[in-house]
Each structure stands twice: as structure tokens, then as C-alpha cells.
């Protein structure tokens, strides 16, 4: 009969995905690598897909929903230059993973995600690891949350026609906006900077997200 895993075994899975995913396509700050280093990703993952929690790709979640491939995760992360000061807002928690990341690199992470069961789930699993950063709400993440905000920093993990008004409105002043725009037949990462009243919008790689519903994200029929 195989052996259950050892916690030392992911901890090797995890160095490998560091190793051969991450740092080799580029990735390079140390605090990001060290957060996917130490953040237990196969915690994340439904029991089913658990001999592939190390994996280079995206898996599923419930719900029709993915926890998004290890690099993207990282990349989306490094592209905010997080500060141990920083508020961040994430919309679209999922599995909880990605928060996991961002907590572990800034002050507070606001987490909005309209799915009921996965909030819940991700917001237990994050208090069981630990983290007392994290403030996981269920709510229309296209309206972010204005109670907390200006953010230095939003992670949008679902793919959006547009940048949604209020994201833009409570972005902080040189904070960073990261963003998939695009449709099933293709997205693009985009990263946005506030400068003052105006925003610098720059476009970066190809990448395939489910999509954001509601208001002004994709209205579901
Ligand atoms: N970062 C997550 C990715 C989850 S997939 C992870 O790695 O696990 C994207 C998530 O966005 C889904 O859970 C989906 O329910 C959520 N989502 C879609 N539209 C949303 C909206 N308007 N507000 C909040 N969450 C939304």
C-alpha cells in the first residue's frame, strides 16, 4: 500500500516547484520565493488532487473554480513589489492560496470572494495555518471594498472586460493594480500604477482565468 506523504516530502515538492517552476522562468525576489517556499499549497487543494499539488498548472477547486498555477501566483505577486507595510485587497480568494502568499509579504490582506462555501473554506484554513492578516469577506469583489480602502496594492484573480471603476478608485497613490482583461478567447495580464489622478496602464503576458461575474465584471445571464 503507498505511503501516506510526509510533511518533509511536500517540503521537498515544494522546493522543486521553487526551483524548476518559479525561479528558473525568472522570478527572482527573495521574498516571494521564500513565501512559496514556506506556504503548504497541498493544504489548498482538494484530497483528490493532492499527488498534484506541486504541479506546474492550474487544478480545480469546486465550485468551476481553479487555484491558479504556482507561477502565475508568483509572478502576479512579484509584479506588486508588496512592502511589509502595504494593505492589500485580492479579489477572487479561491482556494485561499494566493492569499496565503500576500499575507505573508504585507501588513493586511482584505480578501473579497463571491462564492459562499470557498470563502469559508479558504478563511478556516487560513486561521488553522495561522494567519491572523487575512480578513476574508463574501461579497461582489468588481465593487472592491471601501470600508478599508485606499490599498497599496489589488490582485484581481479573474479575468475582466475591463478594470472595474471602483478598483481604480481605491488604488493608494503609487500603488499597484494587478489585473487579467479579456474574454474566454484570450487575456492579458495588466499591471496598474497610480500616479496622482492618472493611471499608468501597462500591458504584460498572455493569461487564461475564469471569469469575474457581476456588476461590472461579466454579468451572468
Ligand atoms: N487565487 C485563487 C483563484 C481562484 S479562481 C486561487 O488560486 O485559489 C477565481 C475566483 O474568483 C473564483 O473563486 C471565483 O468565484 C471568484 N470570483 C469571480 N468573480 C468574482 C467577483 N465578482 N467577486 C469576488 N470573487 C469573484
Known amino acids: 500500500m503507498p505511503q501516506k506523504p510526509l510533511e518533509s516530502d511536500y517540503e521537498k515538492a515544494r522546493e522543486q516547484m521553487v526551483a524548476q517552476q518559479i525561479a528558473r522562468r525568472g522570478i527572482s525576489h527573495p521574498g516571494v520565493l521564500e513565501a512559496m517556499r514556506r506556504v503548504p499549497r497541498h493544504r489548498f ?6 499527488p498534484y499539488a506541486y504541479t506546474d498548472g492550474p487544478l480545480p477547486i469546486g465550485a468551476a473554480q ?3 498555477q504556482p507561477y502565475i501566483v508568483a509572478e502576479m ?19 485561499g492560496y494566493q492569499t496565503a502568499i500576500l499575507a505573508e509579504l504585507s501588513r493586511e490582506v ?10 469559508n473554506h479558504a478563511a478556516n484554513l487560513l486561521h488553522e495555518l495561522g494567519y491572523q492578516n ?4 463574501v461579497a461582489d469583489g468588481t465593487k472592491g471594498y471601501a470600508e478599508k480602502a485606499p490599498y497599496n496594492a489589488i490582485l484581481v484573480a479573474a479575468a475582466s472586460p475591463s478594470i472595474p471603476e471602483p478598483l481604480m478608485a481605491q488604488l493608494a497613490e ?5 489585473i487579467p482583461i479579456g474574454d474566454d478567447d484570450g487575456q492579458v495580464l495588466e499591471l496598474v500604477i497610480r500616479k496622482g489622478e492618472s493611471l499608468h496602464i501597462y500591458q504584460l503576458t498572455p493569461v487564461r482565468f475564469v471569469p469575474l461575474i457581476w456588476e461590472y465584471g461579466y454579468l451572468q445571464g
Not at 482584505?110 to 470563502?119: C, K, S, T
Open 45 to 50: 487543494v482538494p484530497a483528490e488532487s493532492l
Open 66 to 68: 481553479t487555484i491558479s
Open 77 to 95: 505577486t512579484e509584479l506588486l513589489e508588496l512592502k511589509p507595510t502595504d494593505r492589500v485587497l485580492e479579489i477572487g480568494v479561491g482556494s
Open 110 to 119: 482584505i480578501g473579497i470572494e463571491r462564492i459562499a462555501g470557498l470563502a
Open 134 to 137: 487575512v480578513d476574508i469577506h
Open 174 to 178: 503609487n500603488g499597484r493594480m494587478i
